[in-house]
Structure formats: C-alpha cells, structure tokens
C-alpha cells in the first residue's frame, strides 16, 4: 500500500534554531513529490516540487531535498513567521492523485 | 490570497441532510480538485474535475457527488450525512490537468459540522 509519513508530527524549535523536518515514503512509483505549507485556518500553499532523487529546491529559509526513500525540509534560522503546519505529498506512477502526509506542526518560538 | 474562493466558510447541519458547497477555481485553471481534512485522516483527495469533465477519482463517498460548470466553478454535494463527514472541506485550482501535476491553489475551505 501507498504510504506517506513524515516525522516528527511537532516540533517546536526556538528562533534560529536550524532543524529538519521528515518525509519518508513507500510507493510503487514515484512522479514527483511536493511540499506544501498549511497555516491555521487556511488551505495549504505551495513550496516546492521535487521529481529526481539528489534534486534540491530552495526558498528563503527553506531547502527541500530527495532521496530514493524520503525527502527532508531544512529550515535554517527559522523565524516566528515559519510557524505553520508542513505538508509532502506524493504523486504517484499511474495514479492521478496526491497522497498527503500526516503533517509536522512547526512552533518557533521568538 | 491563492485566487479561489469557496462558499460558505462554515456550515452546520444535522445528520440525514444534504448541503452543496461551492469552489471558484482562479481565472483561467481548468483543473479544480476537492479533499477532506480531517483530524485523524489528514487530507484526503476526493476527486478532480478538468474542464467539465471528471479526471480522477480518489476515496469519495457514494454519498458525494461533484460537477463542473460551463463557467469552470465547482461544487461538492454531500448528502445523508453522518457525524463521520464533520471536516475541513478545501478546493483546490490548477491550470492543466495532465500529469505531472504542477502546483495547486487551495481555497480557504468549508469547514461542516454535522450534528
């Protein structure tokens, strides 16, 4: 079966301290594999798109890596602002739909 | 602002009945795609209309039904309701509707209360 985890499910980090955040996935084929940012009451907003393992995306304080296996979010002197709910999903080989993971809630505190 | 807007921002409603809710897609995304979040089951995809036509189908509900207009808005029925369909309803835009998937635009979201 299809599966996406990310880890840890909280984190809570005080500001500047840099940290990672995981994606791990099993799959019969990757497509591609995104990350996504969700802010309390709101709809999730893009950050990056990853199709190749060893392929790197970066974004202010972000950077989105890929392996075979998973995917890591650095995030580097975080501020206060980059508290939010982090999301990957996957797209899948033959499927027409994302699979989303559970999430990691990202707390930074100033 | 991501551009789509979805009505109403919170419905609350009785099990048994039945309620639409609605998704503009951003001006020109022929793509719009509906999912469920929920506490314990993340966001999962409903289903994916492009241009009028339907596209994928991901884990919906027999209960549910969706179309696409001519005017490229969308709406989600979700009928005989249950306690269990309480949830965070987003809609999501994108321009195409092949694969690879580029990026969606999320709406805010319905959040429903069935009680």
């Known amino acids: 079966e299809d599966q996406v985890t990310q880890s840890p499910e909280a984190l809570r980090l005080q500001e500047g301290e840099s940290s990672s955040l995981n994606c791990s996935y099993t799959?019969?084929?990757?497509?591609?594999l995104f990350w996504y940012r969700q802010d309390p009451g709101k709809g999730p907003e893009f950050l990056f798109t990853?199709?190749?393992a060893g392929e790197e995306k970066e974004k202010e304080r972000l950077k989105a890596t890929l392996t075979k296996k998973e995917s890591f979010l650095h995030i580097t002197a975080p501020k206060p602002e980059d508290s939010a709910t982090y999301l990957c999903?996957?797209?899948?080989?033959?499927?027409?739909?994302?699979?989303f993971g559970q999430g990691t809630r990202l707390t930074i505190n100033p | 602002d991501s551009g789509v807007t979805q009505t109403p921002k919170h419905l609350i409603t009785a099990t048994g009945q039945r309620v639409t809710l609605r998704c503009s897609p951003r001006?020109?995304?022929?793509?719009v795609y509906w999912y469920q979040q929920s506490l314990d089951q993340g966001l999962q995809f409903l289903i994916q209309?492009?241009?009028?036509?339907?596209?994928a189908k991901g884990n919906i509900l027999e209960r549910f039904s969706a179309q696409q207009f001519p005017d490229l808005h969308s709406e989600l029925n979700l009928s005989s309701l249950e306690l269990g369909d309480s949830a965070l309803y987003f809609c999501?835009?994108?321009?195409?509707?092949?694969?690879?998937?580029?990026?969606?635009?999320f709406g805010s979201g319905t959040q429903l209360s069935v009680l």
């Open positions: 999501a835009s994108s321009v195409g509707g092949g694969t690879p998937w580029e990026k969606l635009f």
């Open positions: 799959v019969s084929g990757l497509r591609g």
């Open positions: 990853l199709y190749s």
């Open positions: 999903a996957v797209l899948i080989q033959g499927a027409q739909k994302l699979v």
């Open positions: 001006s020109g995304d022929l793509s």
């Open positions: 209309y492009y241009n009028g036509e339907e596209r």
